[in-house]
Antibody
């Protein structure tokens, strides 16, 4: 079970941190990812992080602006978003990858999403 | 990196079969078997229906099947039902160790 929170309205150039609380599985044992969806548009992979937190990667569209992290003691995934732009607007989903050893892009558990709106 | 290429829309009548294609490159679909398909109904989170090109997760109907040839993956839905009307997305792992989705296909069951 995954529950996102922290979305909201932010002005261009601003920052926001969204969270994803996990329950019902051994959180530290899985790669986790963030996927976003702009209004009326398709899915876009944003970032992933390994179970230990030592391996991360980002889409070119957010590299250098977004940071992904996790607190395995609190079973929570985070996405720190800086220098936000209008094109970052959308629903942000956290999702669990099916494996612990490597990222596969197979996401078997998804949260309900949290809406981020970047507008003045 | 550009999104994988999917048709914007497909349609079919109840009981028929439809196939949705997903075209990538030798750096993603052509290089790895980490191709997944997701179904998304309006207002809901995506749901995985196919993983590893052709594996159906537990609980997914056998009416859904996946395949791959070269740089193109395909999702076939047989025995169409009204509840299959949704958006479908393919995804793949890439040689840049990133992930990529297709642009999505809207399935209409006439």
């Amino acid at each position: 079970h995954l529950v996102e929170s922290g979305g909201g309205l932010v002005t261009p150039g601003g920052s926001l941190r969204i969270s994803c609380a996990a329950s019902g599985f051994t959180f530290s044992g899985y790669y986790m990812t963030w996927v976003r969806q702009a209004p009326g548009k398709g899915l876009e992979w944003v970032s992933y992080i390994s179970g230990s937190g030592s391996n991360t990667n980002f889409a070119d569209s957010v590299k250098g602006r977004f940071t992904i992290s996790r607190d395995n003691t609190m079973n929570t995934l985070f996405l720190q978003m800086n220098s936000l732009r209008a094109e970052d607007t959308g629903v942000y989903y956290c999702a669990r990858d099916v494996t612990a050893v490597a990222v596969t892009g197979t996401f078997d558990i998804w949260g309900q999403g949290t809406m981020v709106t970047v507008s003045s | 990196q550009s999104a994988l290429t999917q048709p914007a829309s497909v349609s079919g009548s109840p009981g028929q079969s439809v196939t949705i294609s997903c075209t990538g490159s030798s750096s993603d679909i052509g290089a790895y078997n980490y191709v997944s398909w997701y179904q998304q109904h309006p207002g809901n989170a995506p749901k995985i229906i196919i993983s590893d090109v052709s594996t159906r997760p537990s609980g997914v109907s056998s009416r859904f099947s996946g395949s791959k040839s070269g740089n193109t993956a395909s999702l076939t839905i047989s025995g169409l039902r009204t509840e299959d009307e949704a958006d479908y997305y393919c995804s793949s792992y890439t040689s840049s160790t990133t992930l990529i989705f297709g642009g999505g296909t809207k399935l209409t069951v006439l």
